[in-house]
């Protein structure tokens, strides 16, 4: 039994497996690569000595993204995007280079590593002119000086949903185009559990009676992990009351209004720990995301805490499911997980800026634009026409538009980076059932130590 | 090649440069083959350094360019000199050494002494270019225009026009000398201007080859920023908002009325509240880095505890994988053992598997609920959260992965100690323990010693080892800031300096140099110390 299941969840679990392996690989990679190009960028006097290293060896350099072939160039428009965009970027953009008489490049780099590359490729003077990217990563861009503002003409402006427009501005500077959106949502085993839940707490007992029918081993399937996941628990933590970051009177983010150690996190903390390894036992550390997908798949838990990511992997599974919104606890607030926009930069003293600006205003906001995108990669359009029509095609959309209604839009703040690891860290603790005053304060110390408030 | 040549070619050549006296043997440009490779080669290297000195040209390094010369013509030097015969064995080398090891910690030594982050990366100037840049702000009453790019006469010299409609008829032209109705231009149905009397309408490929200039340009308008273009068909009227004055090093935001000043001890702008603006730049802190390890007490007591650790994990790893790789050779060294290459295969399988994906796996087994261990056992052990669970996780995670190397090495070692000597011994009188432990080991010793050493340094820095099981975890209540149970030094720089959105390159640069001294120190002392241990066997 035991073996059977470790190996059917490797079965099942294999394209998500290798996409976390190449996940980790890529951060192996980026971290050397960081320290490649940390070496690497600097004056040009480095660059020089590197030179000379090069004429020793009698070879370039790994064309990651040190190579002075990528980059920008006058006449040819270069892009950076993920593989899986890739190809329906150069498609549709093939028309934008015909009408404007220019070249357009697409070239792949994979969207875990872009912020960290792009940084690093714009202080060292080869950066591309366009590149797509997530809400949450303004706050470092804008630090770096690594994007150039955007002016929207209202009209464009006004396709667009408002929210996605403020989470991409900063400052009062719209720093990318938006696209599309997505958020974490339930999905449940129809044949299992039916009814959605109205509730976190009728959620765990459908799913408490089926796990003593032993018709499931699981109650739910959410990724806690070793070190935590407060995307994930954002959602159950804001239903409780707890939050991050306070606001502002523009309803901007404020960094001087930290929240973790807050009373009110605490107390929701503390709530969420009754369903821990010392309560319920329905969120656990040993759910992580290398099993919560196979977990689901293979029948042993009725309900999955997943996102627009794992709907593929849905449709070709033999599970009958359904997207519904993530249940907040009973008698208080919704849950609120958080919404990421996705969206195009144009990059600080691109050589083509006209054009990539004229691409980004123009063309990014263009509904046709956004369709060939979604055919590619299924998300959430922010743009009006887009969404009716993608809505249309797909139901599934319409279903995960509407579970981001309570939604808020991640912090887009520099200090956001920040809080991930300690926080994280405090909320697996207190799953594992240590005291949440003394988790919390301490990660809440943490992190107002490294944003210097 | 050149070699093989030698003895038809060579003597036939005639109008080799360097004589066949010289005393660097056959390579040092006998025969025609060695010539015409060496040519060959030099010419290759001359290029790269044309190609080296370009970008240096470009960027007005002079001193970069002499650099690359000097090298070259140093090169050149050593092959054509008849003189240099140890130099012309050395000096590829040395080049090497100096590219890849060398001049790499030099680099991390000076950033270690610089604030280099995110925030931090370029240039004063650089980072109030941003501010100002992200300053432009578009108000409520600011007029938004379709705009066509023209110039006055040549499209690619001609001074920019910016032809701007309104949308309600009204048509401008806009100079650097300030906005003007225009007559008698034709506008589409978007608004677009298309054509007018005067000006050339640049197409958007002309556009693009002036971006440079487009970006600075901007029609004066009697407020605020002027009006500047977005894209290749809008403009709009923006509004600056902070702006650096020079006479007294600070930014003022003209909304607010704050005003920031610049401290170049920080690299940031900094108001009276000691609120910053996010676009800092690159300043040097001396040893603030290290000193902020060695005697900030939370990093301290973190950095030191690591360290013990850190001293522990590669001990006790390289003793494990030591002795079990050792006992599986001896056994397999055993002349009555049967079937002995199948055992050897099986023993190098988990060596020649891709360690990143069995890092991972090792995990996996780990896992306390659903893992192989816990459950094949039957066990309730918490692997990844338990302290000394994990540590030993890790420990055992590694050896498994490491003792082949070390069967390997023994094996290869054993064979060379001849066989008789063991005999000898036994004839003496030795049982086996005595024979292995005062004949074999010490012979033993002279070629694992080395190997050692380098598993030694290898699993100092075995980041792959603890950051694939365990992420450096489990963390104590104090949180990831003070280093988790299973944390090297290397995980530990890596989570402080590259965590999340942050990159701290300059303390990360400070920490790699510890490492960097720790490593050398340990190492230097070890390798003298065998030296010592050496001469008294002797």
Not at chain 1, 17 to 24: A, E, F, G, S, V
Not at chain 1, 201 to 224: I, P, W
Not at chain 1, 301 to 307: D, E, Q, R, T, Y
Request: glycine content about 10%; aromatic content about 10%; hydrophobic content about 45%.
């Amino acid at each position: 039994m035991s073996c059977k299941l470790l190996l059917t969840s490797h079965h099942q679990a294999c394209p998500q497996r290798t996409r976390n392996l190449q996940n980790r690989m890529h951060a192996l990679r980026q971290s050397s690569r960081k320290e490649d190009t940390m070496r690497s960028r600097s004056a040009s006097a480095v660059a020089g000595i590197a030179a000379i290293a090069l004429m020793a060896t009698a070879c370039g350099g790994d064309g990651d993204t040190g190579g002075g072939e990528e980059g920008s160039a006058e006449g040819t428009l270069v892009i950076w995007s993920d593989p899986e965009r890739a190809d329906a970027i150069q498609s549709a953009a093939a028309e934008f280079a015909e009408a404007n008489g220019i070249e357009v490049d697409v070239q792949n780099v994979s969207f875990d590593d872009i912020q960290g590359d792009i940084v690093n490729a714009h202080q060292a003077g080869n950066a591309p002119d366009v590149f797509i990217g997530a809400h949450d990563w303004t706050g470092n861009l804008l630090r770096n000086g690594t994007v150039q503002p955007i002016e929207l003409p209202t009209d464009r402006a006004e396709s667009l949903d408002e929210t996605a427009v403020e989470a991409m501005t900063l400052e009062g500077q719209l720093l990318g185009v938006p696209y599309a959106q997505e958020n974490i949502f339930l999905m449940r085993n129809t044949e299992l559990a039916p009814d959605a839940p109205e509730t976190f707490e009728e959620l765990v007992e459908v799913g408490t009676d089926l796990k003593d029918d032993g018709e499931t081993s699981e109650v739910l399937a959410m990724a806690v992990g070793q070190e935590g996941d407060p995307f994930r628990m954002n959602a159950l933590m804001t239903s409780a009351g707890g939050y991050l970051f306070g606001q502002d009177d523009n309803g901007d983010w404020d960094p001087e209004d930290l929240g973790i150690g807050s009373d009110e996190t605490i107390e929701a903390m503390e709530k969420i720990a009754e369903y821990g390894e010392e309560g319920e036992g329905v969120l656990r550390r040993s759910i992580d995301l290398e099993n919560e997908a196979s977990l689901f798949f293979d029948g042993e838990a009725p309900f999955f805490v997943a996102g627009p990511w794992n709907v593929g992997d849905a449709n070709t599974s033999d599970i009958e499911y359904e997207i519904s919104a993530i249940p907040g606890f009973d008698g208080l607030d919704p849950a609120s997980p958080y919404i990421g926009y996705q969206g195009f930069f144009v990059t600080e003293g691109s050589a083509n800026s006209a054009l990539a600006e004229e691409f980004v205003v123009n063309y990014v906001t263009d509904s046709d634009f956004i369709q060939t995108l979604y055919d590619a990669d299924p998300r959430t359009p922010v743009q009006a026409e887009a969404l009716e029509a993608v809505s249309e095609a797909d139901p599934n959309i319409a279903l995960m538009a509407e579970t981001g209604e309570n939604g808020m839009p991640m912090p887009n703040i520099p200090e956001m980076g920040e809080t991930w690891e300690p926080l994280g860290v405090a909320q697996a603790q207190i799953i594992s059932g240590a005291d949440a005053r003394e988790a919390l304060e301490t990660a809440h110390e943490a992190v107002a130590e490294r944003i210097g408030r | 090649m050149a070699a093989d040549r030698s003895g038809t070619a060579g003597a036939s050549s005639k109008g080799a440069p360097a004589g066949r006296k010289s005393p660097g043997g056959p390579q040092a440009g006998g025969s025609l083959g060695g010539q015409i490779t060496k040519i060959l080669l030099l010419g290759l290297f001359t290029a790269l350094g044309v190609w080296a000195v370009l970008p240096l040209y470009l960027a007005g390094l002079w001193w970069g360019i002499g650099l690359v010369v000097a090298v070259v013509a140093f090169v050149y030097w050593v092959y054509f000199s008849k003189r240099t015969v140890p130099a012309k064995y050395l000096v590829p080398g040395v080049l090497f050494l100096m590219a890849f090891q060398i001049f790499p910690v030099l680099y991390t030594m000076s950033t270690s002494l610089t604030n280099m982050s995110d925030g931090h990366r370029g240039s004063k100037d650089q980072a109030i270019a941003s501010i100002e840049a992200f300053s432009v702000t578009r108000d409520a009453d600011s007029r938004e225009f379709v705009l066509t790019v023209a110039a006055n006469g040549d499209p690619e010299t001609g001074e920019l026009v910016f032809l701007l409609s309104d949308g309600e008829g009204g048509t401008y032209a806009g100079t650097e000398e300030g906005l003007t109705d225009l007559v008698g231009a034709q506008v589409d149905d978007s608004g677009k201007i298309t054509d007018t009397i005067g000006y050339t309408v640049l197409t958007p490929a002309q556009v693009n080859s002036r971006s440079d200039e487009l970006q600075e340009f901007a029609v004066p308008t009697d407020k605020g920023a002027g009006i500047r273009s977005s894209g290749l068909s809008s403009a709009f009227e923006g509004n600056a908002v902070r702006v650096y004055d020079e006479s007294c090093d600070c930014i003022e935001d003209t909304e607010t009325g704050v005003v920031y000043h610049a401290d170049d001890e920080r690299g940031a702008f900094y108001d009276e509240d000691g609120q910053r603006l996010p676009q800092g730049w690159q300043v040097g802190v001396g040893l603030d880095n290290f000193l902020r390890f060695l005697f900030d007490p939370t990093f301290a007591s973190s950095f030191f505890g690591t360290l013990v650790w850190n001293i522990v994990f590669a001990v006790t790893v390289t003793f494990l994988v030591f002795v079990v790789g050792l006992a599986v050779a001896l056994t397999l060294h055993v002349p009555k053992m049967r079937g002995k290459v199948v055992y050897r295969i099986l023993v190098v399988l988990p060596y020649a598997m891709s360690s990143l994906a069995m890092y991972l796996l090792w995990r996996d087994m780990f896992n306390a609920d659903f893992g192989l261990f816990n459950r094949m056992l039957g066990l309730q052990v918490d692997w990844l959260g338990d302290v000394w669970a994990a540590r030993f996780a890790v420990i055992l995670a590694n050896v498994w992965l490491g003792y082949p190397y070390m069967f390997l090495v023994a094996t290869g070692a054993l064979q060379a100690i001849p066989r008789e000597l063991g005999q000898a011994a036994q004839l003496d009188g030795a049982g086996p323990w005595q024979a292995f432990r005062h004949v074999t080991l010490p012979l033993l010793m002279v070629a694992m010693t080395p190997i050692l050493i380098s598993t030694f340094a290898f699993n100092f820095n075995n980041f792959n080892a603890v950051w694939l099981i365990t992420r450096g975890g489990p963390f104590g209540s104090e949180g990831t800031t003070a280093g988790g149970a299973t944390d090297l030094l290397i995980t530990y720089t890596y989570r402080l300096a590259f965590s999340e959105a942050t990159a701290q390159y300059g303390y990360a640069a400070a920490l790699s140099v510890m490492i960097f001294l720790i490593v050398s120190v340990m190492s230097v002392v070890t390798l003298s110390r065998t030296k010592a241990l050496q001469e008294v066997e002797r």
